[in-house]
């Protein structure tokens, strides 16, 4: 119900795991392989880029909108980080991750986090924060 690539997947299932963390943030919990089976750095920061939601954000302040879209955002960009690496054995869609300037022509910063010690990278300009 939470393995991203299944046709299992269970939106609703997730949402509520997600109210169940809502103190967290929500770039920890995209990690979380118990909510997002098979996320891992790379689909989170551009799931995160193309929801325009800032990786620091805590989940309860997010709107449930917001939410939604950034399932959403989560399963589109799996499948396609999944088929460019089956078929060319790399992925290079990236409009955020390691990038100096977004998709969006606007600069992108790169933090190390504290307790993960992964790089996250995010735009300013449209990753909105929600605290």
Known sequence: RTDILSNQFDKAHVKRLLKEKAAKTIDDVLMDQDVFTGVGNKIRNEALYRAGIHPQSIIG???????????????????????????????????????????????????????????????????????
């Open 61 to 131: 302040k997010i709107p449930p909108a917001k939410i939604t879209t950034l399932i959403n955002a989560v399963l589109a960009y799996a499948k396609i980080f999944y088929k460019n690496l089956v078929k060319s054995g790399e992925n290079k869609a990236f409009q955020v991750y390691q990038q100096e300037f977004a998709a969006d022509g606007s600069e992108v910063t790169m933090k190390v986090l504290p307790k993960t010690k992964r790089k996250v990278f995010f735009s300013e300009h449209k990753q909105q924060l929600y605290k």
